[in-house]
């Protein structure tokens, strides 16, 4: 044991105590050069306490008498120290000690011989300090050392993940995953950017650990500049159920039951795009089929759909993390579906992490546009900007990598944070090519990392980290350097085959080339032979070996091997890497027929991404294909021309690109040989015309489709054409049972079914822009419909005619129900799944309110909406929400809360969809139930930043006449309800301003009526001079209300009949038939759960009692309308009753 360290025992261990020599050497008598003298006293403590380390940890006895220079001059191979010579340095070697350990005793031991390095110890400190860090993180400093095929050939295996410093953002990150778990599941997102290569992935990635605690999932998606960005989404979700599948995790019978009860059929519609969620669920799924339905339809289907499955995987016992890399590569198309993601209401327990990039050339506006959109849409997001990395950090990652104490490690790490920035990604690639440069090698006599720090500083480094990493791929071998062309021609990611089959035939070996670029930092395997780039900077490196002037040709070489190495039937697999290549090297084409051959490629590649609901990606590919479309080419290739501009127009069509889309819509109607074969195209163009706004251009569109197709279409609407119409469908009806309409044969005339189609456009657009020829247009598609047998259009076209029936045109509510079910057994018939929510927008909304319980309707306006989204009809789907919510409120009176939280829901589907129109009139009815429970908030403000009034005047000014008349009911329920009654005949009043006419009437407009019939009774109770009109008023509802319910549903309608006529009866003096109705309207509202116009005809009753001076009853019926207020939770009301029956009690 050394003099200088003394061993105590302390419970079965020992412990050492080391004393400090420095001070007691005796210092020479010479002290003209004191500082000298103290610096080599300082060296030779050093030193000595070296030798005390190695004796200590190497377990000999230390002999303080032996001098320096005697160990040094005697000492002989096998003894415990020998020297060798690197690099005209001389470097001790200490047997059998770890690396880290080794590199500290080694340079204590060399402070004698007296020469200037880097590498030294300055102060007994560091020395302490180095040995607390390799002692507190044994498992990194005191691992054996590996004599591996690295170390033998020198080369550095340095991490790829590897992660350092970032403390205060990794706590943000913890806190936000916290956050989300606890407060109700709300989802959160974080929004991290920074400068490429300064680690925005390695942060979010330090996510898996609260993940795995909390046994949760994580998808992510990583987008790139030349990868298809619609695609990325879908190919994360893949990833994510490949992984489930590999794994074999336990428990996923609850992910997969979520995934059934909420997606169901779905998983088959997502098959092609997410082809490991079919396997994932194979063996769980229905063996029915989804309906086709067209793109524009397909692309809102799977947007819905996206959100479902997200949902479903997503729950508090297995809460998400979904990641999306590199997202200032997203389209607009990728940003909006990941908006619709993240504001979807029914996803809980979900973390959204973004990483963007800041860079000039990059612009910002979409992703802040995104951000804020979220924002206003409630759902927070946190910012996180990033930088580069501390020269501690630094120091660190170079100490652990090279295995060398911190200390020994800070020349090279200042060196090397000077040199990079700081920029991780710059660091790890610069360590790797000092490296290959002979600066920085592994020193098997001494076995640690050594470097030449002077060559180091002197090394020429390009100041950008792409410029960098393709300097330092240019010093590669020829073939390693073709090796990376190759993949960065191929994408951010690519499988083995893809690389043999673009490579030159005996002149490239693959499977030399894949490891020497995984272990040069280049490349990760992926598993399943597929591998991608460790950085997108290091692909854009590798792309830059590729002369400018050499790119076309490079690209069109890759993707004709890779086309004529593929049999035809496996083509389909890799269509789309062999098109993008093929289509960078469209300027090296010579031919028409070369010219055709790619444009039949681009089609191909179109078709099949639009059968993946890339439609942006689709547009793209057929653009490119429409491109080397020439004059000739009409004439020799004209179904391959003609399909190319049809199968554009519709992907242009479905991501909106207006633009572009004109001039492809102009090129086949030009061109195309007969008029059927333009049919498409003018399919195209009127749903554009109606997507634009121009309604009366669409319907101009559609009357010439119409007249050249041989049917007519009416000109000019008048009151004489208008009954011949009316007549002549009657006619045609006259004498047809339902069963005879529901059994009508199929229609097969082409052109008729064609007629069919754009009728039914005309009519959608003649809704707004020509309400009188709605109704033609609809009888005359019945007529087709019984003249020329059934298509789908047809159910759509008997909902329709059902409908007009029922408004207060006509008001035959049996005709109308008997319409109403012809549409719903022809749509079952014909398996219509795409007019689900039309049809049922039409019958349950317009028609069987007339005839069957309000409640009745509810569950089928829900039905709507979920098959509207799987079909894709954005604005009917909607428009089921939005009567659910009319008929839930003002019909059926259903619980106030529950209103709130659904129509809140509602709100934000309209608002995730772009329908402002239809949200604004749901914001109506959720400020009802606002108002009603007493509530302060202002729907409008907090979802449209608006207000009520401001709504009204826009309306008002825009001729929006049904929001208008929607907002003054609105008004009038609510006062009325609250015992304003002057501000309620107010608003009656206005509303005679906005009438119903014609047009279909849903509940609200049933339940105006009768709202104007009390008030208007109220009125005329006061005796004023307006009495008679008032009377008047309520005598005309009263005589609508025998009517409706006498024809209509006694259930829905007889509470309403009885309160009226018990007012009416008030009014005459009649107590005794108006105590009678009282209590009739009563047990009605009761036997039919109206609880409140339960409430309402309690306080009617209590009011009537009150009048005869009747307290005790007055007071009974107060007490009763006050319990059914509460139970509709209408806690405003409820306080207005309150003082009322405080007032009485006085």
């Known amino acids: 044991m050394p003099d200088n360290i003394v061993l105590d025992t302390f419970d079965g261990s020992y412990i050492a105590t080391f004393i400090d020599l420095s001070k007691a050497i005796i210092l020479s008598n010479d002290t003209s050069n004191g500082g000298q003298v103290e610096k080599n006293a300082v060296e030779m403590d050093l030193h000595a306490l070296g030798r005390i380390l190695n004796a200590l940890f190497d377990g000999e006895r230390f002999d303080s008498n032996s001098s320096a220079d005697e160990s040094d001059d005697t000492s002989t191979e096998g003894e415990e120290h020998s020297y060798r010579r690197k690099r005209n340095k001389r470097q001790a070697q200490v047997e059998g000690f770890p690396t880290c350990l080794n590199a500290v005793i080694s340079t204590l031991l060399l402070r004698k011989e007296g020469e200037e390095t880097s590498e030294k110890y300055g102060n007994v400190k560091d020395v302490l300090s180095d040995l607390q860090v390799i002692a507190t993180n044994p498992q990194i400093f005191l691992k054996a050392l590996k004599v591996d095929d690295f170390t033998l050939h020198n080369r550095l295996n340095a991490p790829v993940d590897a992660f350092y410093g970032r403390q205060s953002e990794v706590s943000l990150l913890y806190h936000a995953f916290d956050s989300v778990n606890k407060h109700e599941g709300r989802p959160m997102v974080m929004s991290i950017s920074g400068s490429p290569g300064t680690g925005k992935t ?76 079919h396997r994932f669920m194979e063996g769980h799924l229905d063996d029915n089929s989804d309906g086709a339905v067209g793109s524009s339809a397909s692309e809102h289907r799977w947007k819905y759909l996206l959100c479902k499955l997200v949902a479903a995987v997503s729950s508090k016992n297995e809460p998400l993390a979904i990641f999306f890399d590199d997202l200032q590569w997203a389209d607009e198309t990728s940003l909006e579906v990941i908006r619709m993601i993240i504001t979807e209401p029914d996803i809980k327990y979900c973390l959204f992490l973004c990483t963007h990039r800041i860079e000039d050339k990059i612009p910002q506006h979409r992703m802040k546009t995104m951000f804020q ?166 692909q854009q490196a590798a792309y830059a070996l590729i002369p400018v002037g050499k790119r076309e040709s490079f690209h069109l070489l890759l993707g004709s091997r890779m086309f004529m190495r593929t049999p035809a039937e496996e083509l389909t697999n890799i269509i789309f890497t062999v098109v993008v290549n093929m289509n960078h090297g469209i300027g090296q084409l010579k031919t028409l027929a070369q010219f055709h051959e790619v444009a039949r490629l681009n089609l191909k590649a179109g078709k099949k991404a639009m059968t993946l609901s890339s439609f942006d990606s689709a547009a793209k590919y057929l653009l490119v294909g429409v491109s080397l479309i020439k004059e000739e080419s009409w004439n020799s290739e004209y179904e391959l021309s003609l399909e190319l501009h049809d199968t554009v127009c519709e992907a242009l069509f479905v991501i909106g690109d207006w633009e572009k889309l004109l001039p492809n819509i102009q090129e086949p109607l030009q061109k195309a040989r007969c008029f059927d074969d333009k049919l498409n195209t003018y399919h195209t163009l009127v749903r554009y015309l109606k997507a634009t706004g121009d309604l009366r251009g669409a319907i ?89 047998g059934v298509c789908e259009i047809s159910a759509t076209a008997f909902a329709g005619y059902g409908s007009w029936l029922v408004s207060a045109y006509k008001s035959d509510f049996e005709g109308g129900y008997r319409m109403g079910h012809v549409a719903i057994e022809l749509k079952n018939r014909l398996r219509y799944e795409e007019g689900i929510p039309r049809i049922h927008a039409l019958v349950y909304g317009f028609i069987n309110i007339w005839r069957t319980p309000f409640q009745a309707s509810l569950p089928k306006h829900l039905e709507a909406y979920d098959a509207g989204n799987f079909s894709g009809d954005v604005e009917f789907t909607l428009s089921n929400l939005y009567m659910h919510g009319v008929n839930s409120l003002y019909g059926c009176g259903d619980n106030l809360r529950d209103v709130d939280s659904t129509t809140r829901v509602y709100i934000q589907r309209c608002k995730q969809s772009g329908q402002s129109f239809l949200g604004k009139f749901i914001c109506v009815i959720h400020e009802v139930a606002l108002k009603l429970m007493g509530s302060s908030e202002k729907s409008y403000a907090s979802f449209y930043d608006t207000t009520e009034e401001r709504m009204f005047i826009d309306g008002r000014e825009q001729s929006k006449i049904s929001l208008c008349r929607f907002i003054l009911f609105k008004r009038k329920y609510v006062a009325f309800f609250l015992g304003q009654m002057h501000a309620a005949a107010d608003f009656f009043e206005l509303g005679l301003s906005f009438p119903i006419g014609g047009n279909g009437r849903l509940v609200n407009i049933i339940v105006g009526v009768f709202i104007d019939g009390l008030i208007a009774f109220y009125y005329a109770r006061k005796r004023r001079s307006d009495e008679n009109r008032w009377t008047e008023i309520g005598n005309g509802v009263l005589s609508l209300l025998e009517v409706w319910a006498k024809e209509g549903s006694d259930w829905n309608f007889s509470n309403k009949l009885f309160l009226l006529q018990a007012e009416c009866f008030f009014l005459r003096g009649d107590e005794r038939a108006a105590l009678q109705k009282y209590n009739a309207s009563i047990k009605s509202a009761q036997d039919h759960r109206f609880i409140h116009e339960e409430g309402l005809a309690h306080e009617r009753l209590a009011s009537f009692h009150d009048h005869y001076g009747r307290r005790s009853e007055a007071l009974t019926c107060f007490n009763a309308a006050k319990r059914c207020y509460e139970h509709w939770g209408a806690q405003a009301v409820v306080q207005r009753v309150e003082r009322t029956i405080a007032k009485l009690q006085r």
């Not at 759902?379 to 911190?406: F, H, R």
């Not at 200390?407 to 090519?433: A, E």
């Not at 009357?703 to 011949?724: C, M, N, T, W, Y």
């Open 700 to 788: 101009e569109k559609c009357k010439h489709v119409v007249s050249e197709l041989g049917d007519d279409f009416p000109d000019q609407i008048d009151e004489a054409l208008f009954r011949e119409e009316t007549r002549r469908v009657e006619q045609l009806l006259k004498d047809k049972s339902e069963a005879e309409l529901i059994s009508l044969p199929k229609m097969t005339d082409e052109r008729k079914i064609a007629s069919m189609q754009f009728l039914n456009h005309a009519l959608s657009s003649a809704f707004a822009a020509e309400p009188m020829l709605a109704p033609v247009l609809t009888f005359r598609m019945v007529s087709l419909s019984v003249e020329c």
């Open 202 to 277: 390695f942060l979010v990635n330090q996510i898996r650990k609260p993940l795995q605690e909390a046994n949760g999932y994580l998808i992510r998606g990583k987008f790139d500049r030349r990868a298809r960005p619609d695609s990325i989404i879908f190919l994360a979700l893949d990833n994510f159920f490949a992984r489930l599948i590999d794994e074999r995790r336990k428990n996923v019978q609850d992910l997969i039951q979520r995934i059934r009860h909420a997606v169901g059929p779905g998983c088959r519609v997502l098959m092609n795009s997410i082809p490991n969620l």
């Open 373 to 538: 959109t979220i924002q206003q849409q409630g759902v927070s997001v946190m910012s996180i900007k990033i930088g580069a990395i501390a020269k501690d950090t630094v120091n660190t990652m170079l100490s652990e990598t090279l295995c060398l104490p911190p200390s020994l490690c800070s020349p090279l790490s200042s060196t090397i944070h000077n040199r990079t920035g700081g920029i991780i990604l710059f660091v790890m690639n610069f360590l790797r090519s000092l490296n290959e440069d002979g600066l920085l090698w592994f020193n098997l006599s001494t076995r640690r990392w050594e470097y030449d720090i002077v060559g180091i500083q002197q090394k020429e480094v390009s100041a950008d980290v792409v410029q960098h990493m393709s300097q330092r791929m240019t010093r590669l071998p020829r073939s390693m350097q073709f090796g990376l062309k190759l993949c960065s021609c191929l994408g951010a990611s690519f499988d083995v085959n893809a690389l043999r089959k673009g490579g030159p035939a005996n002149e490239f070996d693959v499977e030399e080339f894949l490891p020497f670029s995984i272990e040069s930092g280049f490349l990760r395997e992926d598993g399943q032979r597929r591998y991608s780039w460790a950085h997108d900077q290091v």
